[in-house]
């Protein structure tokens, strides 16, 4: 996967925070219900005690004619853009005292890759994509990955399990620390218990439509993770599943 060097990752220090993570948009392709269920839950967990964080946590666009796959029918990238400035600028309304970070996804990484590959000698002119999304005129934060208290971390993920749950154990592994991530589609809560101590990876869901074009009946699952911290430590993580706009 390329990298853009542009974007930096970084680290936060919460004491007390409600923290929503939505991941894989993949707009123009979204379902609707499921991100009103998600945009309510974000303006919902205002209400919460200390401190609210939202992390979209990559794939919030899909650069879908920029992909190396076949192509049919699909929306330009500017297309794109707007329809995801509008989708931030709802998140940001729904939660209007809330830090808000867009953590990058392979998707997102689209657009440089497909430069490099077609156009190397203008790579130098290219922004990165948070900059042409211009997310800071919604006061959010764009960035690579995400340390929380040195012990949380939250990445959009790249490695792949057949089934929920090996993604998370992956992860983690690799990670050596709790943390969440998406990029699979799929929920999942894995927890494990090393050297006396408990940690624990989410698998985030998605909020895109669950009928593809690509693919039939796709083991995936809509919905997003919370993270409640308290004293500056994870004392509740959970994934919640949406069905049919509705949280269960």
Not at 214 to 228: H, K, L, S, V
Request: with cysteine; net charge neutral; glycine share 8%.
């Amino acid at each position: 996967m390329i990298r853009n060097r542009k974007i930096e990752d970084i680290d936060i220090q919460l004491k007390d925070a409600t923290i929503i993570i939505g991941s894989d948009v993949h707009i123009p392709f979204q379902d609707d219900k499921a991100v009103d269920a998600f945009i309510k839950r974000c303006s919902e967990s205002g209400g919460a005690s200390g401190k609210q964080v939202i992390i979209l946590n990559g794939d919030v666009i899909d650069m879908f004619m920029l992909s190396r796959f076949t192509k049919g029918e699909g929306r330009n990238p500017m297309q794109e853009i707007e329809m995801c400035r509008d989708f931030l600028s709802r998140v940001r309304k729904a939660a209007p005292k809330a830090d808000i970070y867009y953590v990058i996804g392979n998707h997102e990484q689209r657009l440089e890759k497909y430069v490099l590959t077609k156009a190397p000698e203008l790579a130098s002119l290219i922004e990165d994509v948070f900059s042409i999304i211009k997310v800071k005129d919604f006061d959010i934060k764009g960035c690579g990955s995400i340390t929380i208290n040195d012990n949380l971390y939250i990445k959009h993920g790249t490695l792949l399990g057949n089934k929920s749950g090996l993604s998370a154990i992956k992860e983690m592994e690799n990670s050596y620390m709790s943390g969440a991530s998406g990029h699979t589609h799929r929920l999942c809560k894995y927890i494990a218990r090393k050297s006396g101590k408990k940690f624990f990876w989410l698998e985030t869901g998605c909020l895109c439509d669950m009928n593809p074009d690509y693919m039939i009946f796709p083991n995936w699952q809509q919905g997003f993770a919370e993270i409640r911290i308290e004293n500056g430590k994870a004392k509740k993580a959970e994934v919640i599943e949406i069905e049919d706009g509705e949280i269960l």
